[in-house]
């Protein structure tokens, strides 16, 4: 009786068959041949997913604030421009600015407005010596 089976030794990076059992389909337990491109494929997505999670920082637009601030003893005033980080919103800016503030001697009186970059320039000599100060 001829048979028909071929014993097909050929399986990728593993050299020999990992099973000596002769079967119309020989049994490729680990055949890293077919698995590849699905790996390849897996590791450039992973890869573009953490470049983008990367980047969503630095996508974000610049955001800053303005606002008014005051020492006592004796009596000084300021009107000073911010950069912030994190959320673009008043509550956010006066969290951080009343922290960096305080740390330098100054009590926040008053976020006047949040802002991106195309808003510094009208504010800077308004600003002065506070410009990005704090």
Not at 24 to 45: E, G, S
Not at 112 to 121: E, K, N, P, R, T
Request: glycine share 6%.
């Amino acid at each position: 009786m001829a048979s028909n089976w071929r014993l097909d030794t050929q399986t990728g990076n593993n050299g020999a068959l990992l099973c000596d059992i002769i079967h119309p389909t020989p049994l490729r337990l680990l055949n890293i041949r077919a698995v590849a491109p699905t790996l390849r494929t897996m590791k450039q997505i992973t890869l573009s997913l953490a470049l983008t999670l990367a980047c969503t920082g630095a996508a974000q637009a610049a955001c800053f604030a303005d606002y008014k601030a005051k020492q006592d003893n004796p009596l000084r005033l300021h009107y000073g421009v911010a950069e912030i980080s994190g959320q673009c919103a008043r509550a956010s800016a006066q969290s951080q600015l009343r922290a960096r503030l305080a740390a330098n001697g100054w009590t926040l009186l008053q976020v006047l407005s949040v802002f991106d970059a195309q808003g510094l320039d009208q504010r800077k000599n308004s600003a002065g010596q506070y410009y990005l100060r704090f």
